[in-house]
């Protein structure tokens, strides 16, 4: 398999699953502001949404979007629990907060990071991160991971989102239950592996 990103992108959520599961995986830099490879070829070509992750199958079948990547990944490797099996709570459990931190979370990191939105616009982007934060870390406060008692996809990908906090300036003051929770993630061998190949801390 080849896994088409971008270092300390979204992408990281997916890389860290594949670890997670033992697969072998080709990685394969993207720069996304030129949409090209690094060997120069046009990335579109390989994925017309001109995004990471993309994660190409031994059969050349594409799959895109990080969150059905994610999934794909944990159900082909079920003795990795990174997912649990079809039917049962703790699955809907995870599926739940994948939802959120796909649509609450990144999404609202978005603005942040983009060169065009209004400046005065981005104080109210963080204000509304800091809030869904809180009820994050109230959540962390219940369990060693995020939808329960087991580290799933939605660690990885939280644990991914949540390390751009820092870098577009959030208030993280007295969210202890977070720090503590990046720590255990980030001890995590698959996880270490995965940021170490991808270059960085």
């Given at each position: 398999?080849?896994?088409f990103y971008k270092p300390s992108a979204c992408s990281l959520a997916?890389?860290?699953?594949?670890?997670?599961?033992?697969?072998?995986?080709?990685?394969?830099?993207?720069?996304?502001?030129?949409?090209?490879?690094?060997?120069?070829?046009?990335?579109?070509?390989?994925?017309?949404?001109?995004?990471?992750?993309?994660?190409?199958?031994?059969?050349?079948?594409?799959?895109?979007?990080?969150?059905?990547?994610?999934?794909?990944?944990?159900?082909?490797?079920?003795?990795?629990?990174?997912?649990?099996?079809?039917?049962?709570?703790?699955?809907?459990?995870?599926?739940?907060?994948?939802?959120?931190?796909?649509?609450?979370?990144?999404?609202?990191?978005t603005p942040l990071f983009r060169p065009d939105t209004p400046e005065?616009?981005?104080?109210?982007?963080?204000?509304?991160?800091?809030?869904?934060?809180?009820?994050?870390?109230?959540?962390?406060?219940?369990?060693?991971?995020?939808?329960?008692?087991?580290?799933?996809?939605?660690?990885?990908?939280?644990?991914?989102?949540?390390?751009?906090?820092?870098?577009?300036?959030?208030?993280?003051?007295?969210?202890?239950?977070?720090?503590?929770?990046?720590?255990?993630?980030?001890?995590?061998?698959?996880?270490?592996?995965?940021?170490?190949?991808?270059?960085?801390?």
């Amino acid at each position: 398999m080849k896994l088409f990103y971008k270092p300390s992108a979204c992408s990281l959520a997916s890389h860290i699953a594949l670890r997670e599961t033992g697969n072998d995986v080709d990685l394969v830099s993207v720069d996304l502001m030129h949409k090209r490879l690094e060997n120069g070829e046009d990335f579109f070509a390989i994925n017309p949404k001109g995004q990471v992750p993309a994660l190409q199958l031994d059969d050349n079948t594409l799959l895109t979007e990080g969150v059905a990547i994610m999934q794909y990944v944990a159900d082909s490797a079920p003795q990795s629990q990174l997912l649990a099996p079809v039917g049962t709570l703790p699955r809907y459990k995870t599926l739940e907060w994948l939802n959120f931190i796909a649509t609450e979370l990144h999404k609202g990191f978005t603005p942040l990071f983009r060169p065009d939105t209004p400046e005065d616009f981005k104080p109210t982007a963080r204000a509304l991160l800091e809030k869904k934060l809180q009820y994050v870390n109230e959540s962390l406060g219940k369990s060693e991971w995020i939808s329960g008692a087991n580290f799933t996809i939605a660690d990885g990908y939280l644990f991914t989102v949540l390390r751009w906090a820092r870098a577009v300036k959030l208030n993280l003051e007295g969210l202890t239950n977070i720090d503590a929770y990046m720590a255990r993630v980030a001890a995590r061998p698959a996880v270490a592996a995965a940021m170490a190949a991808e270059g960085i801390q």
